[in-house]
């Protein structure tokens, strides 16, 4: 999101309240009352919401309050939804069938795969791939959110830093100049945090595997279940689809290459002038239009009877639709003001840019956090390293901002865009997912550690 008229340096530190209030939902409300949450969620978070805007628009004006509402409704917001959506009904038409057991082996075979394939379909493509997948190979278990949990980790974030497909932050990197498989420099990190979590996984889950064994409980008892089944996909057409939105995102990146839609002198983006100031690209139009185009035929074409296999409903995407209101409406002034402010804040060695952009990116878009440390590391004009538009940036500070900002998504349910729907899918599937709060208690065993080690190991 641009800042326009200086936003940042006019508006005060405390304009950030309502973001705050909102986090402070998400974790403290559902303890207290998970069904007054449940109903009255949106209601809470359109507050919040209303809390920034009225008093910004009274302070500014109509017309600066309608152009920041758009700015971040049409140019962050929208294709934001229509990707997670269009991912979202696609996912659902594709169906693995047969033994899936969910022992502690198949978990994490399942885990890798995603790891492997989130950096090539995307963390939010990898995550509706195979969510379903592994909550119904574990639908006879009792203790099975910390497979979710490490699902997250792995596939949602932290497989997603080989290539600008992978996550946002990374992909907005190759659109400022770095190239496209710079990134697969990440593949040591990305090796030993894999392996690392894999493992914990892998030990924790066999915990769990033998109680429930010692109890008394199989796949086949709880789910009276005769014979075996061969491993089998159905909705294979839905592969097309998935491809379609997946050459949507790196052809939207790659439109304003072409005169047609974008000066080649200026790298202005041609677009939609939907507002004095605000222009919906018109790379970005295209983009969602094929999104919109494949879930519609997805939709269409594939069989009733493999999305209720899937208990496909709209229920996730309408949580997750409604959440993101509020967090991106909130986000708008903790954005100008890390667009401000962010290169005054002493950062310079890899140690500090990756755990600056990482902590940040936990709790704001990772995306715009990412580009201000990039154009804050570009300033601190290096002599040679990877050229960009916003300057020359050492290969060192390149890899701390991009692991920061891919890998600590994971550290809460909003860090990254899959996180949440995630969490709203194995909840609709009837996992008891830990709260905001405790998901972060997660992290904080098992995440910061292995981000130590990352510094230690890469950034020191």
């Not at 936003?7 to 309240?17: I, N, T, Y």
């Not at 939207?252 to 200026?266: H, K, W």
């Not at 222009?279 to 094929?290: A, D, E, F, K, R």
């Not at 999104?291 to 709209?314: D, H, M, Q, Y």
Request: hydrophobic residues 55%.
């Amino acid at each position: 999101m641009e800042n326009h008229h200086n936003l940042g340096e006019m508006l005060p530190f405390w304009s950030v309240a309502p973001f705050v209030g909102v986090l402070l939902s998400i974790a403290i409300i559902p303890l207290i009352n998970l069904h007054f949450w449940e109903h009255h969620m949106f209601k809470i978070v359109l507050f919040w919401s209303l809390l920034f805007l009225v008093p910004f628009g009274i302070a500014f004006g109509s017309h600066e309050l309608i152009m920041n509402f758009l700015e971040i409704m049409l140019l962050d917001y929208l294709p934001f939804i229509v990707l997670l959506s269009g991912l979202f009904v696609v996912s659902g038409g594709i169906i693995l069938r047969g033994d899936l057991a969910g022992t502690p082996k198949g978990n994490v075979t399942i885990l890798l795969i995603g790891t492997l394939l989130a950096s090539w379909i995307g963390t939010t493509g990898a995550s509706m791939l195979l969510i379903r997948p592994l909550i119904r190979a574990n639908q006879w278990r009792e203790k099975k959110a910390h497979v979710v949990i490490f699902f997250i980790f792995l596939v949602s974030n932290i497989g997603g830093c080989l290539t600008p497909i992978g996550d946002p932050p990374l992909f907005l990197g190759f659109l400022r100049g770095v190239p496209f498989f710079w990134t697969m420099r990440l593949l040591p990190m990305l090796a030993v945090n894999a392996v690392v979590l894999l493992t914990a996984l892998f030990l924790l889950d066999r915990h769990y595997y033998k109680k429930e064994i010692e109890a008394g409980r199989s796949r086949e008892t709880s789910l009276k279940l005769e014979g075996s089944e061969k491993l089998a996909i159905d909705g294979k057409r839905n592969f097309i689809f998935l491809a379609m939105i997946v050459g949507s995102v790196i052809l939207s990146g790659n439109l304003p290459r072409l005169e047609a839609f974008a000066d080649q002198v200026t790298r202005e983006i041609y677009g939609w002038q939907v507002f004095d100031g605000v222009s919906l690209g018109y790379n970005t139009i295209v983009q969602m239009s094929v999104i919109v185009i494949a879930g519609v035929l997805s939709w269409k074409f594939t069989p009733k009877t493999i999305r209720e296999c899937n208990f496909f409903t709209w229920a996730p995407m309408k949580e997750v639709a409604q959440l993101f209101f509020g967090i991106f409406i909130t986000l708008i002034p903790a954005l100008a003001l890390l667009n401000t402010y962010g290169s005054s804040l002493g950062v310079a060695t890899p140690l500090q840019f990756f755990w600056t952009t990482g902590l940040l990116s936990s709790f704001l878009d990772n995306a715009p956090t990412y580009l201000v440390f990039l154009a804050t590391a570009g300033s601190l004009g290096a002599a040679e390293g990877v050229v960009t538009t916003v300057g020359t940036i050492a290969p060192p500070l390149l890899l701390a901002i991009s692991a920061g900002a891919v890998f600590m998504g994971a550290n809460t349910y909003i860090g990254n865009a899959p996180n949440f729907m995630v969490k709203a899918i194995a909840e609709e599937n009837r996992v008891k997912m830990p709260s905001f709060v405790g998901y972060m208690g997660w992290s904080f065993c098992f995440l910061i550690p292995l981000f130590v080690i990352n510094t230690l190991v890469f950034f020191l």
